[in-house]
């Protein structure tokens, strides 16, 4: 097999290169305190242009996070769900993308869940993007907020709470099942789904397809800050040329690094890897999987890259419906 990145024997033991901020763990704790005292205030309205059906309700859900911004998701549930009995999936999208059309998430609500999809702030979607900071940000969300003096200015830090306020929304639905909710995505989705399920312990199951933003530090030093992580590079090109704060900016980055977040998942994980995956480097992604301590599992594709895995969705969907 070609190699891009370690072997998987080596990659079952890789556990990253990004260093972990020293108050990493008081700053998400103070993270989550400025949530608990954010009302979401949900909105739920009827979905203007979605199809009609009768067995599946579809809604577009509005909530508060953190900052006050206003934040969107596509909600669908069986239109007959008694009390108690739908499990719920929370469901992220790709880098720069939005929650997309309503068809693909039909299946989730025909089968008996309840099914969100939150629009990241800032990206294609309908959520609103609020935050003010000091600094540059060319045009990446990675790099948002880095050289704001305060730290919780990171983008990446308001996005993360997003997932966990929508987790809260959805959770106190009537209808959903507080013990089968569980969280998917792919890329920058696999890495919401990951930290969804850090930050909400009652995620019971994760399922994250070659997750993004995890170990900053090894994608530039495997020359790959291209593609999504192209910002990284143009960062230092632009703002640290001679790297003399290259310690300083990965460590700040440390707090949005999923692979630091990964020791709280409670869920039980299923994660999608290939392993010939130029953008979101194999090791990456196990630098947070090797973390996680609760029962997981790795899918490999030897021959693929960062595109669509064959029969990877039939496999999140049985997952994450218990199957």
Sequence with gaps: MPLIDLPPAQLRDYTGRNPRPDDFDAYWAAALRE????????????????????RVECLDLWFTGVGGARIYAKLVRP???????????????????????????LGWA????????MDCRGQGGRSEDNGRVRGPTLRGHIVRGLEDPD????????????T???????????????????????SQGGALALACAALEPRISRTAPVYPFLCDYQRTWEMDQAREAYEELRLFFRAF??????????????????VQHLAPRIRARTLMFTGLM????????????????????EVVLYPDFGHELLPGQADRTFAFLRGR
Excluded at 243 to 249: G, Q, Y
Excluded at 277 to 296: H, V
């Design 35 to 54: 949530l608990d005292a954010t009302p979401p205030e949900p909105e739920l309205r009827p979905a203007a242009g979605a199809p009609a059906t009768e």
């Design 79 to 105: 239109r007959d769900a008694r009390a108690g009995s739908c499990p719920a999936v929370l469901q992220f999208h790709g880098y720069a993308g939005h929650s997309g059309d309503w068809l693909d998430k």
């Design 110 to 117: 025909a089968e008996g869940c309840c099914h969100a999809m």
């Design 151 to 162: 730290p919780t200015r990171l983008l990446y830090r308001q996005i993360f709470l997003d």
């Design 164 to 186: 966990v306020q929508l987790a809260r929304v959805v959770l106190a639905f009537p209808e959903v099942d507080p013990a089968r909710v569980g969280s998917c995505g792919a």
């Design 240 to 257: 640290d040329p001679r790297h003399e704060r290259e310690r300083e900016i990965f460590t700040r980055l440390g707090y949005i690094d």
């Design 277 to 296: 995956d130029t953008i979101c480097l194999p090791s990456t992604q196990f630098a947070a999987f090797n973390r996680i301590p609760t029962p997981k």
